[in-house]
């Protein structure tokens, strides 16, 4: 719901930027521009960048050694890293032993 509306303020900051650009006020306009931006490519950067933790299953790749608890869930969790993709996996760890196969 914040990413949401955190998108929507940034889209709007862009509008609201190229209206008042057209209407001769180009350091609101600037203004504007500079914070829009902010505010949409971080929340697209974010979602692209942080991935969800995936299964055992699903892991591909070779485990990093990296294990953390994971604040929002309290679980266990292990980093594999896919030397072919640079692509990080997080999978949670049960029983304290790591998934087979990873």
């Not at 914040?2 to 889209?11: A, M, P, Y």
């Not at 692209?48 to 933790?53: A, D, E, G, N, V």
Request: hydrophobic letters at 45%; aromatic letters at 10%.
């Amino acid at each position: 719901m914040l990413r949401t509306l955190l998108l929507w303020l940034g889209v709007m900051a862009l509008l609201c930027a190229a209206l008042t650009a057209l209407s001769g006020n180009y350091q609101v306009a600037l203004w504007l521009l500079v914070n829009g931006a902010i505010f949409t490519l971080g929340v697209l950067f974010e979602r692209w960048r942080y991935k969800p933790r995936v299964s055992a299953r699903e892991a591909r790749g070779q485990p990093t050694g990296e294990r953390f608890v994971d604040p929002k869930t309290g679980a266990l969790t292990e980093v594999y890293y896919d030397p072919a993709t640079g692509e990080r996996s997080y999978v949670e760890v049960k029983n304290g032993t790591p998934p087979a196969g990873g």
